[in-house]
């Protein structure tokens, strides 16, 4: 993810002229965006600017990787070569959503402010709950065992491009350890929305839940500065003992007798 002053080739403090090219940079990358293909001459005309102001943007976006120069797809007609026209990038996209997760941020912050934090954890419910419908009919087919349901999941959240995986834990583990499935998501789209507001990672642990139909337990997450957001889902009872032999306490160590004088009647 780029930050703005990647997009931009700008510090973050600097002179007005500075912010002033900061400014004009972002409008040269948001109209490629929308219009690309388009050429540097086009750009000038849109955002009136000499045609030395659009190439230094334009060799500045290109070198930072956020657009590119457009490959025609027919073989053009006529004499000469056609004018480069540019599109944004893949990086480019990303920084773009970048810009979005910060208008998002900030329209979050706004409702929380005048409306009240109810308001967002209902909207992160809603948010939620649409998933959760969509993907209920996926799991029926999987009966009402956890890490069947579970494995499903993982391909509908895969398909949403969570980028989930899932595997076993607690199997053949220590005494007292509890048998589950630990699903793990390498992406979150609204990481940095979560970042500021929990009540979308608490809506969707909930609705993993009922989902899965257990009890599920949100171990960390991206938006808390974790690598990946890991989630534990329970499919058996605790690791038990071995049975002990008939007439030994399994209280006790094998390895000693049972000393019966210290019980009490």
Do not use: N, W
Request: with cysteine.
């Amino acid at each position: 993810m780029f930050s703005p002053e990647q997009v931009t080739g700008e510090p973050r403090e600097g002179a007005a002229v500075a912010s002033l090219e900061s400014r004009t940079r972002s409008r040269v990358l948001q109209t490629v965006s929308v219009d690309g293909p388009i050429t540097a001459a086009e750009l000038g005309r849109q955002l009136e600017l000499t045609p030395a102001a659009v190439r230094r943007h334009l060799d500045a976006l290109v070198e930072q990787g956020v657009i590119v120069e457009h490959e025609p797809t027919a073989a053009p007609r006529g004499r000469g070569r056609p004018a480069r026209a540019f599109v944004v990038s893949e990086a480019g996209h990303q920084a773009l959503e970048a810009d979005y997760d910060v208008l998002a941020v900030e329209a979050l912050r706004f409702l929380h402010e005048t409306v009240g934090p109810d308001a967002v954890a209902t909207f992160a419910r809603q948010r939620a709950g649409a998933l959760e419908e969509r993907y209920a009919a996926m799991l029926t087919e999987a009966g009402d065992d956890p890490a069947a349901r579970a494995d499903l999941l993982v391909e509908a959240l895969s398909a949403d491009g969570f980028a989930a995986t899932a595997r076993p834990v607690g199997v053949g583990g220590s005494v007292g350890e509890l048998a589950g499935v630990q699903l793990c998501q390498g992406h979150c789209p609204v990481q940095h929305v979560a970042a500021q507001f929990p009540a979308f990672c608490d809506a969707e642990t909930d609705a993993f839940s009922r989902l899965l139909g257990v009890h599920v337990q949100r171990l960390a997450t991206l938006a808390g500065g974790d690598h990946v957001c890991t989630t534990f889902v329970p499919t058996s009872g605790l690791v038990r003992k071995p049975e002990a032999p008939a007439g030994v306490d399994p209280g006790v160590p094998h390895d000693r007798p049972h000393d019966r004088t210290h019980q009490h009647s």
